[in-house]
């Protein structure tokens, strides 16, 4: 029987050299891989440049960290973007690396070495300004974890890099932990490979093939979400007892306020969303951010992200935990 396309998956740590003793396309797993070379490709595909994968989302930070920076260079970072970022960054302080915040709907600040946007951010859900962005004489890299290429392909917008952290909507399934980068510029893609190869940041096979049936997926799966998510916004914006909802009208992301207190009654009584981190998923899932992320974020604001089901069976469970707030 032919295997599922895109699921073959090749878990050799190492390959033979050739006859005449010189390596070939693949050597060592480190380096590179059939499986992951495979979902580079369509990955890159998807964006229109050069893709890389690495064991996670943070993994992929800290390859633009030891590539693009060094002692002394400054990163800003867009405003309310995933707080792992800034904290991932704020280990190399020690190292000379200066981290500044900025506004990323207005221009960024000029003397960055290089800027940060996320679009959107998470959990605050701004987007970036591509046209004050674009000018910048800096390295400009786009985290696009939340829109992914069905809603934003951020090397077209003037992004250097694109990363995401393809554990969310890439794959899908909340069953593997990868990262990625993509760009166009080959001398930039040859020092974000040797920091991975280098560090030990490579993606391991099967979280490799996960990805690579993630993307078969994709663009239904998130267009599904984006419908979904655009009605529960409405519905929430309506609910007595919704402060404030945040909502940028693509992805299956929602944040949203209910009063101060009451977040932790509302995210341990729903049934069908489940109360956990991460977000991307085809199961729903919420969770208070305050806990995790502190004062930079409302006390209140439970972040959301919406699966695959029906949405009204979606809003009778949210409906039944926010009579709780």
Sequence with gaps: MDKEPGMSVDRRAAWPYGPDGEPGEFVYQRYAHPTGAAAEAALGELEGGDALLYSSGTAAVT???????????????AQGAYFGTGVTFAQFAPWGLNVVEFDQ???PPTEADVVWLESPSNPLLTLPNWEAARGHPGVVVCDATASTP???????????????????????????LIGATITREGELRERLYNARMRLGLSA???????????LDTLEVRVRRQTETATELARRLGEH???????????????????????ERAVETSTTLIANQT?????????????????????????????GLEDVDAIWADLSSALGRA
Aim: net charge positive.
């Design 63 to 77: 390859a633009c960290v030891f590539a693009l920076c060094r002692p002394g260079s400054t990163i800003a970072l």
């Design 105 to 107: 709907t207005g221009p």
């Design 150 to 176: 069905v809603f934003l392909r951020a090397l077209d917008e003037g992004a250097t890099i694109v990363l995401h952290s393809a554990t969310k909507y890439l794959t899908g399934h909340h069953d593997a």
């Design 204 to 214: 391991a096979p099967d979280a490799a093939a996960m990805l690579r049936r993630g």
């Design 240 to 262: 007595r007892n919704v402060l404030k909802v945040r909502y940028p009208g693509l992805g299956g992301l929602i944040s949203f306020d209910v009063p101060a207190g009451s």
């Design 278 to 306: 991460s977000l991307g998923g085809v199961r729903s899932t919420m969770e208070s951010r305050h806990r995790w992320e502190g004062d930079r974020i409302p006390v209140g604001l439970l972040r959301l992200s919406v």
